[in-house]
């Protein structure tokens, strides 16, 4: 299927895995008549970037949350800026602190996907609340609202539950990153580490530890609202919680998914909009959701439980998923294009 011809951004940092992954994607939007071209973004080209990206009709974004010290805190605005004079964005910015920070995963935990989740926005909260929970169960994880690659996730755990905690109480702590090691330390010195997640918005989120871990991830790809595969991750070595770089990805009919795709598309996806105001319209055009195993149903079913939603760098994703995102980003170029005639 031919479209007008469109131009299209692929928006990126300076980085070689990156542009070798997008590469597909070049030659799928010539198929549907669309001049995709990458840009890649600093901080420093913040004002040449931004001017450039005004001649397109279309912008679609990878760049993390957090890299290398770096944040989105100049990205985001501009982005917004450039929507605002009629370029598609896609994931808009608005949409990612919608559905992607680890606050989605308190807004929607009675979802079927959701677990014991708490939010600590303030300090005080998290320092009356925290310790009687890890008491309570012994081991906690918690997650800074906006963060990638395992960073500022943080598995925490005691000896054993018992009654109360204090800052004293001597714990296990060990961040989600591929490099990280396991300290012990008392919970008030770990606690007063974790101040910053607070001085940088959005404060923290606290889970019940899932027990299932350990037998790894499992990566929902989808456009819009519509899943279009999977990949799984096995933890690294001596890190149960933490995965491994390396994914093993299967096509959306693939067996063993099946159940998992149904609830995703027929309920949990749905309902999720709803929570947050989110029509499909504004949905990214790639996007995933990560699921850990929970706890098996009285059939003896696996359950899911939902650990976070992606949505600023989505990559890698299926090679099966590559000529529908072009197709899909191409039709809503199209549309935003005779939308901005018609105004």
């Known amino acids: 299927m031919k479209h007008p ?5 692929l928006l990126s940092r300076d980085q070689p895995t990156t542009r070798e ?7 799928a939007f010539k198929g549907h008549g669309v ?22 009709d279309g912008v679609l974004v990878w760049v993390d949350p957090i890299s290398d010290a770096r944040d989105r805190s100049r990205l985001d605005p501009m982005l917004r800026e450039v929507a605002s004079q009629g370029v598609w964005v896609s994931a808009h910015p608005d949409v990612i602190l919608k559905m992607g920070t680890k606050e989605v995963l308190y807004r929607t935990r009675h979802l079927g996907w959701g677990t014991d989740t708490h939010l600590y926005r303030i300090p005080a909260e998290f320092e009356r609340e925290f310790p009687q929970r890890l008491a309570a169960q012994g081991a906690r994880v918690l997650k800074q609202c906006r963060g990638n690659g395992g960073i500022g996730t943080w598995l925490v755990q005691c000896e054993s ?7 004293d109480l001597l714990v296990w702590v060990q961040e989600a990153t591929r490099d990280s090691r396991r300290e012990a ?8 580490r974790c101040q910053i997640y607070f001085s940088a918005g959005g404060g923290l989120i606290d889970q019940r530890h899932a027990r299932r871990a350990s037998e790894g991830m499992i990566r929902c790809y989808l456009i819009y609202d519509r899943v279009v595969g999977f990949s799984t991750q096995r933890p690294v070595a001596g890190l149960s ?3 491994a770089r390396e994914k093993t ?5 693939a067996n063993g998914f099946q159940s998992l795709k149904r609830e995703m598309e027929d309920h949990w996806l749905p309902r999720m909009q709803d929570i947050l105001a989110l029509d499909t319209r504004s949905l990214p055009v790639i996007w995933d959701a990560d699921f850990l195993l929970g706890p098996r149903n009285e059939r003896g079913e696996d359950t899911y439980v939902l650990c976070e939603i992606n949505v600023s760098s989505v990559s890698p ?13 191409a039709l809503r170029v199209l549309a935003a294009k005779k939308a901005s005639r018609d105004v």
């Open 5 to 9: 011809l469109s131009r299209v951004a």
């Open 185 to 192: 330390m008392r919970l008030g010195a770990f606690m007063q």
């Open 35 to 56: 001049d995709a071209e990458p840009v890649v973004y600093s901080e420093e080209r913040h004002d040449a970037v931004h001017a450039r990206l005004h001649r397109f």
């Open 161 to 167: 539950a018992r009654a109360g905690a204090d800052a």
């Open 317 to 329: 994703f299926p090679d099966t998923a590559v000529p529908r995102i072009a197709e899909a980003a």
């Open 21 to 27: 992954r997008l590469q597909p994607l070049l030659l």
């Open 249 to 253: 990805f299967y096509e959306e009919f």
């Open 241 to 243: 919680f933490a995965m």
